[in-house]
């Protein structure tokens, strides 16, 4: 299968998408502040999505997943 033409999924782009709540939070903090690891342990531990939301939502915008040999 040649993927070259397939474009890789970008960190949080599910999050920013919907918009989640707490990704919108997330985006009002500085990188690396204590209230941006305070707001990322959330996504962290506790996500408000589930499993079965991303994979939907990767299905839906053409994503695949694939792995090497």
């Given at each position: 299968m040649d993927i070259s033409e397939?474009?890789?999924y970008q960190?949080?782009?599910f999050c920013n998408a919907l918009p989640c709540?707490?990704?919108v939070l997330l985006?009002?903090?500085a990188a690396g502040s204590e209230g941006?690891?305070?707001v990322r342990s959330i996504c962290k531990t506790n996500c408000?999505?589930?499993t079965h939301e991303f994979?939907?939502?990767l299905i839906e915008k053409g994503y695949l997943v694939v792995?090497?040999?």
């Open positions: 397939y474009i890789e960190k949080r782009e709540k707490v990704q985006n009002q903090q941006y690891e305070q408000i999505h589930t994979h939907a939502w792995r090497p040999k």
